[in-house]
């Protein structure tokens, strides 16, 4: 456990090597989840931080908001670090899913339904893709960048706008059977980049 | 438990993304609890989000967010892991009602206030209502019972907890989930020996009152 007062940690980051790859994150997180060491944190909060503020932001709530929104997930992910389990998500992904939940509790004043983590640990997975989580995001993005123009968008609008699929029906004018063939095209093609070319 | 019929793959992505109803998402979650495949594919859907996340411009953060979230983790009690474990496993389950639903109603279906709505079919409102006006409840229906034919405005998900009923689509035992849209006409019929008890949510609430409406009809069967 590291006790050092938060000013030296800043200190101490600034000549740590600089992660690039998203796996690096997933040991980086991993290893927290071992070590509650602060050294470790700040990294993670230096990489993360930023981003999950920029997704609050673009779920349309204002600045700060986000920014308080942003504090409570990086918090949760020092408070729930325990539970992370490298080979079932990226950090990148585990981290999503504590802003996500952060920022619809915030919208809806009621928590969101979640499927509980002890339930991960009492089955053992049968199939177990290890693979997947390993995909660097690079080749995540360029798989996504390469969807047809009306498949990304309706993946846009669930993710960053969080829009229901009757919403987005309503907005794109198109019927509520279409979205969700746009959105079933576009998650399985990337779900098949995930299986086929690890 | 042999489950025979999934979510689809837009009601995953739409779960993983955050953004369908609180009252569909207890359905998405209470299926996923049991569901060992769709779970693996919502954890699946759930990284595409997180690769979007990775994807996003960082968004420029308080000077002093750090120092900040850091005064708050020198006052976090250190954690027992252990114990935290062990504490779950004593907690009461129950194989007929997933943990996302207990934390709503409990462990058992016998506490729940249900209300009559005809001779045979009961209901029950969990408080799962948003502004957008989606839905949750739950079914209590007696064999052979069945409702109209109907259809949907927007999405309909079913999860059967209890007993089991077939309709154009086929059967459907507990732990299987009726992932329905507007395309779709069915009329379900109670075909075990027990009460059937599922748990529903729309996301149009008009249709949902309009449904209620249809079973308060005359039933066929009586």
């Keep these: ?198 | 438990m042999n489950i025979k019929h999934h979510l689809d793959e837009a009601t995953l992505v739409s779960y993983a993304a955050g953004s369908m109803s609180q009252a569909m998402a207890l359905v998405v979650a209470c299926h996923i609890s049991i569901c060992p495949s769709c779970r693996e594919r919502v954890s699946q859907s759930e990284a595409i989000g997180g690769i979007l996340l990775d994807s996003l411009d960082e968004a420029s953060i308080s000077d002093d967010a750090l120092d900040q979230v850091l005064a708050c983790l020198d006052q976090e009690p250190e954690i027992d892991i252990e114990m935290i474990r062990t504490s779950k496993q004593h907690q009461p389950s129950s194989d007929l009602i997933p943990r996302p639903l207990q934390d709503c109603i409990g462990n058992s279906f016998e506490d729940i206030e249900w209300k009559r709505i005809v001779p045979g079919i009961y209901y029950y409102d969990l408080p799962f209502k948003t502004e957008k006006g989606g839905a949750s409840r739950l079914m209590r229906i007696a064999p052979g019972k069945a409702m109209l034919p109907h259809s949907h405005d927007g999405n309909e998900l079913t999860l059967i907890l209890q007993g089991s009923f077939s309709d154009e689509m086929g059967r459907f035992t507990a732990g299987d989930i009726a992932d329905l849209d507007s395309e779709i006409e069915h009329q379900p019929l109670v075909d075990s020996d027990e009460d059937c008890i599922c748990l529903i949510a729309t996301d149009a609430p008009l249709k949902f009152s309009t449904l209620l409406g249809k079973l308060v009809q005359p039933m066929t069967g009586f």
């Design chain 1, 1 to 198: 456990m590291d006790n050092n007062g938060s000013g030296e940690d800043v200190d101490n980051v600034v000549a740590m090597t600089q992660l690039n790859s998203s796996s690096d994150w997933s040991d980086l997180l991993q290893e927290l989840s071992e070590n509650k060491d602060k050294k470790i944190y700040i990294q993670l909060f230096s990489h993360f931080a930023p981003k999950v503020k920029a997704y609050i932001i673009r779920l349309g709530l204002v600045e700060t908001t986000a920014e308080e929104l942003m504090q409570e997930t990086m918090l949760a992910v020092w408070r729930k670090a325990h539970m992370y389990n490298r080979s079932k998500a990226a950090a990148s992904t585990w981290i999503f899913t504590l802003a996500r939940n952060q920022s619809i509790d915030w919208m809806r004043k009621q928590k969101y339904p979640e499927y509980s983590l002890d339930e991960w640990i009492e089955e053992p997975d049968e199939h177990n893709h290890e693979g997947e989580n390993l995909v660097t995001s690079d080749r995540m993005e360029k798989a996504i960048s390469k969807l047809p123009e009306n498949q990304a968008q309706v993946l846009y609008m669930s993710f960053f706008e969080g829009r229901s699929h009757s919403d987005i029906s309503e907005r794109l004018g198109i019927p509520l059977g279409s979205v969700k063939s746009r959105i079933r095209l576009a998650s399985e093609k990337l779900k098949t980049m995930w299986r086929d070319d690890v």
